[in-house]
C-alpha cells in the first residue's frame, strides 16, 4: 500500500507537470532567497515559522528548491501513509482481522483528502506539519513513561512549520489533563516539557529579528474572517492585534466563524461522534473505545474551533488522520445494531466504491492541473523568457511581467512568479513590500503610471478575472494596454509607451 501510494502520487504530479498547487510557495521561496545573517529581519514571517524558509534556502544548492521539495514530500509518502495505517492498528488490533473493512474505508479520507493531496504534491510545510503530528500521536497514544516527553518534542517540532501547530499544543494539554487515567500531571509536564523548546526557539529567531516573541500578523486572517478579502489591496491594520480586533467587532466575529464551522461541519461530526458514544458509554459490539482516541478527538474538536478564526483549509491537514480513525467506532456503531444478511459484502463493496471514487478524483484534478499548467507554459512562450530575472526585474529587453493572477507562475524558469500586488507578503514580510512597492488596480491610468514606474511591461489576467475591477479598467482602455494575445485561462495586454518592450514573434 505505501509504495503504491507514492507511486500513485508521483505519477499524479509528473501527469501535471509537478504543478504548483498553493502559491504561498512562492513568497516563502522569496523569503529563502532573501535569508541572510547579516539581516535579521530576513527571518521573520508573518505567517509562517522560519522552518520552511530554512529548508528551501539549503535546497537552492540544487538549482530548483521548489522541484526539489515536491520530489522530497513524494518520496515520503509511504513513510506518511504507514503511520496512517499504524495509528489504526494501534488503536484498534482488530482492524487486521475482522476490522480491515472500516479501515478500507476510513483510509482513503485522509490519503485522498484535499488538504493532503495538496500538501503532499506541492512544496508546502503543510505536509511537514502534519508528519510531525502524526508521529507524536504514535507517542500519546502508547502512553508510557517517555512517550508524553517524545510526543511533545515531535509536535513542537510542528511549530516550526505551521503556525497553528501552537494551537494543538494547548488543545493536546488540555485533553491530557481531561482525559489521561492516572498522573495525569507528569503526562502533561511531560508532553509541556518535549514541545516548548522548539516554541523557544521560534520565539527567539522572531526576537532576533526585531519582533516580539509570539508576533505574528493573524490580525490580517481574522479581518478576512470578518470581511472577506480584496487580495489585490489588503488591508492596512498597522500593529492592530487580532485579540483586539475580535474585541472591537465581536458582532461581525461571532456569526463569520459559526458559517465557516458549519460550511465544513462534515470534518468536525467524527469528532464529535467519537467524544458522544464515549460520554454516554454506548458499546459498539466488541470494539472497544480506547480512551486514547477520546483524548485525540477531544483535542482536534477544539483545535479546529479554535483555528476556525483563521478559517484556513489548511488547518485540517495535521488532524485528518485523527478524523479518519473516529470514522471506524461510528462505523462500526451504524452497523453493528443492523442485521444485514451480507453485511462483511456490503462493507467490502461501500470500499471498493470509495477507493474508486478516490483515485477517479486524483486523475480528474491530475488532468485539471495539466491544463493549467500547459497554459502557462504557452504563456511563457509567447513572451520569450529566458531566466527567472525576465519575469520580475527590469533588464535591456524591460520584459517585466505583472499578474491578477496569484497561481500563475512560468513552468520553465524553475517556478518563478510575475509580479503582482497584495497579498499576504505585503504584510508579513519586511522588505518585501520596498522591493514589490504597491501597484494599484484602478482606475486604468493609476494603474498604468504604476506599472511603468516599476518597469512592467506586460500584464496577464485571469479570466474570469480574480481582480475585477483592475481587469475591466484594463480591457475598456485600449490607449494604454493592448490585447496581444489570450489562452484558455488568460489574457495577456501590453503596456503602452513602454520602452523597450519587446513584442513576441
Not at 507514492?6 to 521561496?29: C, E, G, K, P, T
Request: charge should be neutral.
Amino acid at each position: 500500500m505505501p509504495v503504491a501510494y507514492a507511486a500513485m502520487i508521483l505519477a499524479s504530479a509528473w501527469l501535471s507537470h509537478f504543478a504548483i498547487l498553493i502559491n504561498d510557495v512562492f513568497l516563502l521561496r522569496w523569503q529563502a532567497d532573501h535569508l541572510s545573517l547579516h539581516a535579521p529581519e530576513s527571518f521573520f514571517n508573518g505567517f509562517f515559522p522560519i522552518g520552511y524558509p530554512l529548508i528551501l534556502h539549503a535546497a537552492t544548492i540544487t538549482g530548483n528548491p521548489v522541484l526539489c521539495m515536491i520530489l522530497f514530500q513524494i518520496a515520503l509518502a509511504p513513510l506518511y501513509v504507514t503511520l496512517v495505517y499504524r495509528l489504526f492498528v494501534r488503536l484498534f488490533p482488530s482492524i487486521s482481522g475482522e476490522r480491515w473493512r472500516s479501515a478500507a474505508i476510513a483510509l482513503p479520507l485522509v490519503l485522498f483528502a484535499p488538504p493532503v493531496i495538496h500538501a503532499i504534491l506541492s512544496a508546502m510545510p503543510d505536509f511537514f506539519a502534519a508528519l510531525t503530528v502524526l508521529v507524536g500521536c504514535h507517542f500519546l497514544i502508547r502512553e508510557r513513561r517517555w512517550d508524553f516527553l517524545l510526543a511533545g518534542m515531535c509536535v513542537g517540532l510542528g511549530c516550526l512549520f505551521r503556525s497553528h501547530i501552537l494551537a494543538l499544543l494547548v488543545t493536546i494539554s488540555l485533553s491530557i489533563l481531561l482525559f489521561q487515567d492516572g498522573r495525569r500531571l507528569r503526562a502533561f509536564t511531560g508532553f509541556c516539557i518535549g514541545a516548548i523548546p522548539f516554541v523557544i526557539i521560534q520565539g527567539l529567531v522572531q526576537v532576533w529579528s526585531g519582533h516580539g516573541f509570539f508576533e505574528n500578523a493573524q490580525a490580517f486572517n481574522i479581518w478576512k474572517t470578518m470581511h472577506g478579502m480584496d487580495w489585490s489591496n489588503p488591508p492596512a491594520l498597522n500593529q492592530a492585534s487580532a485579540i483586539s480586533l475580535i474585541g472591537e467587532n465581536m458582532g461581525l466575529f461571532v456569526p463569520a466563524v459559526g458559517n465557516w464551522l458549519l460550511r465544513y461541519s462534515f470534518y468536525f461530526i467524527p469528532f464529535v461522534g467519537v467524544l458522544a458514544l464515549s460520554v454516554f458509554r454506548v458499546r459498539i459490539g466488541t470494539l472497544a473505545m480506547p480512551r486514547s482516541l477520546v483524548s485525540l478527538a477531544a483535542a482536534a474538536l477544539m483545535y479546529l474551533v479554535i483555528t476556525a478564526a483563521g478559517v484556513s483549509v489548511s488547518a485540517f491537514t495535521p488532524i485528518l488522520p485523527i478524523a479518519a480513525v473516529c470514522v471506524i467506532p461510528l462505523m462500526e456503531y451504524a452497523l453493528s445494531g443492523t442485521s444485514l444478511r451480507f453485511r462483511d459484502r456490503t462493507i467490502s463493496t461501500v470500499a471498493t466504491l470509495v477507493w474508486i471514487a478516490s483515485v477517479t478524483g486524483i486523475v480528474i484534478f491530475t488532468m485539471r492541473e495539466a491544463a493549467r499548467v500547459n497554459d502557462y507554459t504557452n504563456i511563457e512562450r509567447m513572451l520569450q523568457l529566458d531566466s527567472r530575472s525576465d519575469a520580475q526585474t527590469p533588464n535591456e529587453r524591460a520584459l517585466t511581467i505583472y499578474t491578477d493572477d496569484y497561481d500563475f507562475y512560468f513552468p520553465g524558469l524553475q517556478y518563478q512568479a510575475p509580479r503582482n500586488t497584495g497579498g499576504w507578503g505585503e504584510v508579513g514580510l519586511p522588505g518585501y513590500f520596498k522591493e514589490f512597492p504597491h501597484i494599484r488596480n484602478a482606475p486604468a491610468e493609476t494603474e498604468h503610471d504604476d506599472l511603468i514606474k516599476n518597469s512592467i511591461a506586460w500584464t496577464i489576467y485571469r479570466t474570469p478575472p480574480y481582480d475585477p475591477q483592475g481587469y475591466e479598467s484594463v480591457r475598456s482602455d485600449t490607449s494604454r494596454f493592448r490585447l496581444m494575445f489570450h489562452t484558455p485561462f488568460h489574457e495577456v495586454y501590453r503596456v503602452e509607451e513602454h520602452i523597450g518592450a519587446a513584442v513576441p514573434r
